[in-house]
């Protein structure tokens, strides 16, 4: 390597990310690591990639723990900020105050860029940020290059390969009855792919943040964390409230056998379509079944996917691994060794947008799992009182007591620890028609109320903290071979939506449009 052209940089953060940057930017020989901000240097693992840098370029990187020693380091090409730390601006801010613009910075920091993104790109300096959405993938240039001239449609991706990895062995068909969720969970620790508790993976805000950061982009517009980061719009797989139950076996038991539908975390947005409908954008971070033969239920492992509509290029597709040390550091090399992005494009978001409310996100169906005691009239009553907030039923599906997944652990049927005659309890799921989040939301909100008050010779519903788990049906991801609805195609081989099968109204934002 010849030391004199190499590209100097100085890293923030020496965890999984930081270390794997510092191997991969010796490896390639293209560039020195002058010195590194973090806060425990003296762990093993850092302590041998600080002797590896040594070693390998044949001089030390100078350390240092605190972000007001950066004004006694040596100025660099790149500062590569990879701490997870939500309020990394701070070293940012720093770097400003020391070397005004001269520097640039690369972040693979995406909670921090979620919250302060208007800050990131406040004046010219040149900052990269590719790697803090989807690994490896070159979304961000995507959206910031290619879809800035054409009209955006909107977007659906899986965004975090740690949940995908766990939903994919949460729906192995040789479940067994060991806590499969928290051995997946601590595998993907183990392997990199989550970080030590793994809480901002499985509780969807990872997501989340990454799809604000590239509706940002899309939209051009500033977007309020808050508005977008809440728990009715943003749930994980773990997500455990009064009446709503995390993801279990038992759902992907319903999803695959009544209705050849898996289960995977899609993060989603898209814009109005009608001028005389809301003009917020909508989004949603949930759990949502997907055709078996869609393209986004065959990603497996720890890939993301994500496909971008826009009016004149149709649908552009990008996946590839977006977990883990190895495809982060790789995206952010490349923004250290590629060009910059306009910075023109990300700052678009000075013009500020509201969002829809979970009132205006619609779906054509859901799936809602439950139990109830076998007696007669409880599906009856339960249907009548959903019938009140306008929600109708389309199908109904049980786990049959003959059936083998029926003698396996309750807690795989979704059958709460706490209910001493589980063997009295019949867990079941069924679908409604074309309903929004928010109602749906009450109106199950409201069933699980009255069920808690009742008096017990007369309740339907086991008395218990987590009643209900219920997930949008994607409907009309493209498929293999010909996607059909009534037979129809339009020009490019999409699936047209009938929406009179679902709802007597004009056509307001809905999901279905975006999916291949």
């Known amino acids: 390597m010849n030391n004199e052209k190499a590209l100097t940089v100085g890293i923030i953060g020496l965890g999984n990310i930081g270390q794997e940057v510092a191997r991969q930017l010796l490896a390639a020989g293209k560039g020195k690591v002058r010195w590194i901000l973090d806060r425990t240097p003296e762990k093993q693992k850092k302590s041998e990639i600080i002797n590896e840098i040594t070693k390998t370029q044949d001089e030390a990187p100078k350390i240092i723990t605190s972000v007001e020693e950066l004004a006694n380091v040596e100025e660099v090409h790149f500062v590569i900020e990879a701490t997870g730390d939500i309020d990394a601006v701070n070293f940012l801010r720093k770097i400003r105050e020391v070397w005004n613009k001269r520097v640039t910075f690369v972040t693979a920091n995406k909670a921090a860029v979620a919250k302060n993104m208007r800050e990131y790109f406040s004046d010219n300096m040149d900052v990269r940020m590719e790697a803090s959405v989807a690994g490896g993938l070159p979304i961000i240039r995507s959206l910031s290059e290619h879809i800035s001239a054409d009209k955006f449609l909107g977007l659906v991706a899986i965004l975090n390969g740690t949940t995908n990895y766990i939903l994919e062995r949460l729906s192995e068909d040789d479940f067994n009855e060991k806590d499969q969720y928290n051995e997946a969970l601590a595998d993907a620790v183990i392997s990199g792919y989550a970080e030590p508790t793994g809480k901002g993976d499985v509780d969807g805000l990872d997501s989340g943040n990454k799809l604000l950061i590239l509706a940002r982009i899309a939209y051009g517009k500033e977007i309020d964390s808050n508005e977008v980061l809440r728990s009715d719009i943003v749930r994980g797989i773990n997500a455990e409230e009064d009446c709503f139950d995390r993801i279990r076996y038992c759902d992907f038991w319903y999803a695959r056998h009544s209705l050849r539908h898996t289960i995977k975390l899609i993060a989603l947005t898209c814009p109005a379509f009608d001028e005389q409908q809301s003009k917020e954008p909508f989004f949603l971070v949930h759990t949502m079944l997907v055709p078996f033969n869609s393209k986004i239920a065959k990603i497996t492992g720890i890939d993301n996917y994500v496909t971008v509509r826009s009016e004149h290029l149709g649908y552009i597709d990008l996946q590839g691994k977006g977990a883990g040390p190895q495809p982060t550091a790789c995206a952010v090399l490349a923004d250290v060794y590629g060009g910059t992005i306009s910075n023109s494009t990300l700052q678009k978001a000075g013009e500020k947008s509201t969002v829809q409310s979970s009132k205006e996100i619609y779906f054509g169906r859901w799936m809602v799992r439950a139990c109830c005691y076998d007696k007669p009239g409880v599906l009856a009553a339960l249907f009548n009182s959903l019938h009140q907030f306008g929600i109708g039923i389309d199908e109904v599906f049980?786990?049959?007591?003959?059936?083998?997944?029926?003698?396996?652990?309750?807690?795989?049927?979704?059958?709460?620890?706490?209910?001493?005659?589980?063997?009295?309890?019949?867990?079941?799921?069924?679908?409604?028609?074309?309903?929004?989040?928010?109602?749906?939301?009450?109106?199950?909100?409201?069933?699980?109320?009255?069920?808690?008050?009742?008096?017990?010779?007369?309740?339907?519903?086991?008395?218990?903290?987590?009643?209900?788990?219920?997930?949008?049906?994607?409907?009309?991801?493209?498929?293999?071979?010909?996607?059909?609805?009534?037979?129809?195609?339009?020009?490019?081989?999409?699936?047209?939506?009938e929406r009179k099968r679902f709802f007597n109204m004009e056509p307001r934002p809905y999901p279905s449009v975006l999916c291949k």
């Open 398 to 497: 049980q786990i049959q007591r003959d059936d083998k997944d029926f003698r396996k652990c309750k807690d795989l049927l979704g059958i709460p620890r706490d209910i001493r005659d589980w063997e009295s309890i019949v867990p079941f799921a069924f679908t409604t028609t074309g309903i929004d989040l928010y109602t749906l939301r009450s109106a199950l909100k409201k069933v699980f109320s009255e069920a808690l008050n009742c008096k017990k010779e007369d309740c339907f519903f086991p008395k218990v903290r987590h009643l209900f788990a219920m997930y949008p049906i994607l409907i009309n991801a493209t498929t293999e071979g010909e996607p059909k609805i009534n037979g129809k195609d339009d020009a490019h081989g999409n699936a047209i939506i």
